[in-house]
């Protein structure tokens, strides 16, 4: 599996330029770095690999690493590398439209963060479905202020006890 991974990995490097949609359905396959064109990119973490895995170590330094500047879409599954998905959206230079980060896990590490890149720097975002905390709900009013064409936002509560953020405010 490994050097199929790499093989496949070295194969799309090649085409980063041409590769407008990418979809992974596993963390561990390929660098995100050579993808410069993307304007879709779907990341799910069906392996649900721990957080303090090899492959999420590594996948959190790919994170952080890419700019795609034309990325229009941004679909994520089962992680909760905040702070790297921060860095992410501040690299695509305000062409986000959409943006879905759905995570079950508790750990809310850099969430703050996260939460303040998306209004800090994408200002055009139609769509917007995030799990927060009771916590961080005080920060969305800074989304709304800044992200002025949402057409349709989500909450979804990433801690277990606090099934209902809406009704605490």
């Given at each position: 599996?490994?050097?199929?991974?790499?093989?496949?990995?070295?194969?799309?490097?090649?085409?980063?330029?041409?590769?407008n949609?990418?979809?992974?359905?596993?963390?561990n396959?390929?660098?995100?770095?050579?993808?410069?064109?993307?304007?879709?990119?779907?990341?799910?973490?069906?392996?649900?690999?721990?957080?303090?895995?090899?492959?999420?170590?590594?996948?959190?330094?790919?994170?952080?690493?890419?700019?795609?500047?034309?990325?229009?879409?941004?679909?994520?599954?089962?992680?909760?590398?905040?702070?790297?998905?921060?860095?992410l959206?501040?690299?695509?230079?305000?062409?986000?439209?959409?943006?879905?980060?759905?995570?079950?896990?508790?750990?809310?590490?850099?969430?703050?963060?996260?939460?303040?890149?998306?209004?800090?720097?994408?200002?055009?975002?139609?769509?917007?479905?995030?799990?927060?905390?009771?916590?961080?709900?005080?920060?969305?009013?800074?989304?709304?202020?800044?992200?002025?064409?949402?057409?349709?936002?989500?909450?979804?509560?990433?801690?277990?006890?606090?099934?209902?953020?809406?009704?605490?405010?």
């Amino acid at each position: 599996k490994a050097g199929t991974c790499k093989e496949l990995g070295k194969v799309l490097g090649r085409k980063g330029n041409t590769i407008n949609d990418l979809s992974l359905y596993s963390i561990n396959i390929i660098p995100l770095i050579s993808l410069v064109n993307l304007k879709n990119l779907l990341i799910y973490n069906f392996e649900l690999y721990d957080i303090n895995s090899i492959e999420i170590k590594r996948f959190r330094q790919y994170l952080e690493n890419s700019k795609f500047s034309n990325l229009q879409i941004l679909d994520v599954y089962g992680l909760s590398c905040f702070k790297e998905l921060a860095t992410l959206i501040k690299n695509t230079e305000e062409n986000l439209l959409e943006i879905s980060i759905i995570t079950k896990y508790v750990n809310t590490n850099n969430l703050e963060i996260f939460i303040n890149s998306i209004a800090n720097n994408c200002p055009k975002v139609r769509d917007l479905s995030i799990g927060i905390t009771s916590k961080e709900f005080i920060l969305i009013k800074s989304i709304l202020l800044n992200c002025r064409n949402l057409i349709c936002i989500e909450f979804d509560s990433i801690c277990y006890e606090n099934d209902i953020i809406v009704m605490k405010y």
